[in-house]
């Protein structure tokens, strides 16, 4: 007596064929993802400390410039007390500025620039620094002169108070550098140190206070 053929199964439809291999290309795309082969995505590279803190000196550094720049434009008469002070500063923002790169260039206002003084103590070489333009004369600056970033605040109408401002901007400034210098190395922690320290005498200069941080 002959054996019954086992039932065949069903064939399977057109649709269940090309639902099986989408989903095995889907897997295959998230393996390769997960691994970081085949163009997946990759983890974006970490900035170095040592940038980071430079790039947010640079950062309060223009805004300090910034600060003096509006006060001269507000108060010319002050222009042979804080030009060399503002000269000094913009030197801390070319000093600080990370490798390769350097603050945007921008013109000078009227009346910024005064006779030439002694650069403060503690202050970076006077190469690190632009050469100033002939004292009002409106000329821009050089073409190695940062760019200031203008204040927040209006400049005060009474010099003494606008001094007093630059100070106090100045005190905040060696307060930032010092705390900076926890995560800084090396040459860079120099660089802070004796930033800090200059801005220190700024302090100083401005109104005869000495700051302690």
Not at 137 to 158: E, I, K
Not at 202 to 207: D, S
Request: glycine fraction near 10%; charge should be positive; proline fraction near 15%.
């Amino acid at each position: 007596m002959p054996f019954p053929l086992p039932a065949r199964p069903p064939r399977p439809s057109r649709r269940s064929l090309l639902a099986a291999g989408a989903a095995a290309t889907g897997g295959a795309v998230l393996l390769s993802g997960c691994s970081g082969e085949g163009g997946g995505p990759r983890r974006p590279t970490a900035v170095p400390p040592d940038r980071r803190i430079r790039e947010s000196a640079v950062r309060e550094t223009l805004e300090l410039l910034g600060r003096y720049d509006a006060t001269l434009a507000a108060h010319p008469a002050l222009g042979t007390r804080l030009a060399p002070l503002r000269a000094a500063v913009a030197a801390h923002a070319l000093a600080l500025a990370p490798a390769g790169t350097h603050p945007v260039t921008a013109p000078r206002p009227t009346g910024s620039t005064g006779p030439s003084a002694p650069a403060s103590p503690a202050s970076p070489p006077p190469s690190a620094a632009a050469p100033a333009a002939p004292a009002g004369s409106g000329a821009p600056a050089p073409s190695g002169s940062p760019a200031p970033t203008p204040p927040a605040d209006p400049v005060p109408s009474d010099p003494a108070a606008a001094v007093a401002s630059l100070a106090g901007a100045e005190r905040r400034t060696a307060t930032a550098r010092t705390a900076a210098l926890d995560g800084a190395t090396g040459e860079l922690a120099r660089l802070l140190a004796s930033v800090a320290a200059c801005a220190t005498v700024h302090a100083y200069l401005l109104t005869g206070t000495e700051h302690r941080a």
